[in-house]
């Protein structure tokens, strides 16, 4: 199936989770990014039940803290 994983199109296998997509996407510090899919963010305690779907859009979002 495609998914569109941040802006590129890719074939991954059919029912694959959240947490597996992360995973073969060599994310740093998973546990630190939060994960939208189709404009959604997914909870992080769904990440490994979550299965997407065909043409599903996800995106993986670092929230850095920072100032003066």
Do not use: H, Q
Not at 10 to 24: A, R
Not at 30 to 53: D, G, I, M, Q
């Amino acid at each position: 199936m495609k998914l569109v994983v941040a802006g590129t199109t890719k074939d991954v296998k059919d029912g694959i989770t959240i947490s597996e997509l992360l995973e073969s996407e060599n994310v740093e510090m998973p546990e630190y990014v939060s994960v939208s899919v189709n404009e959604e963010f997914a909870e992080r305690a769904s990440f490994e039940s979550t299965a997407l779907k065909d043409g599903d859009v996800v995106e993986f979002l670092y929230f850095m803290g920072g100032g003066c």
